[in-house]
């Protein structure tokens, strides 16, 4: 499966951005599907994930609360709500596919990503 993320763009404090990551593929209701993200010097890290029926969702304690995980599995899409973002939100945030996890914070465990997208929040 190939991904493909959008939606990232400036905003200041306080706001919100819907980032979009569409697969390629018949079988992306087949995956679970995570979004993590990489600032400036630091290593990648968890946000993020959602089991591929949507039943289940997990996040990172950094953005509980204020960020949503969603699919839409008739458009090959998943989504991530960010509502009240801070400047510390400020990375580059990338979607990941994964059939099967023994930890879904891992990065190793998704065998697929997209390329990701740039969010900026300023102070």
């Known amino acids: 499966v190939q991904l493909q993320a959008s939606g990232g763009g400036l905003v200041e404090a306080g706001g919100s951005l819907r980032l979009s990551c569409v697969a390629s593929?018949?079988?992306?209701?087949?995956?679970?599907m995570g979004w993590f993200r990489q600032a400036p010097g630091k290593e990648r890290e968890f946000v993020a994930q959602?089991?591929?029926?949507?039943?289940?969702?997990y996040y990172a304690d950094s953005v509980k609360g204020r960020f949503t995980i969603s699919r839409n599995n008739g458009k090959n899409t998943v989504y991530l709500q960010m509502n009240s973002l801070k400047p510390e939100d400020t990375a580059v945030y990338y979607c990941?596919?994964?059939?099967?996890?023994?930890?879904?914070?891992?990065?190793?465990?998704?065998?697929?990503w997209g390329q990701g997208t740039l969010v900026t929040v300023s102070s």
């Open positions: 593929g018949r079988t992306f209701s087949s995956y679970h």
């Open positions: 959602i089991s591929w029926s949507g039943r289940s969702t």
């Open positions: 990941a596919a994964a059939l099967s996890y023994r930890d879904y914070r891992l990065i190793n465990e998704y065998e697929h």
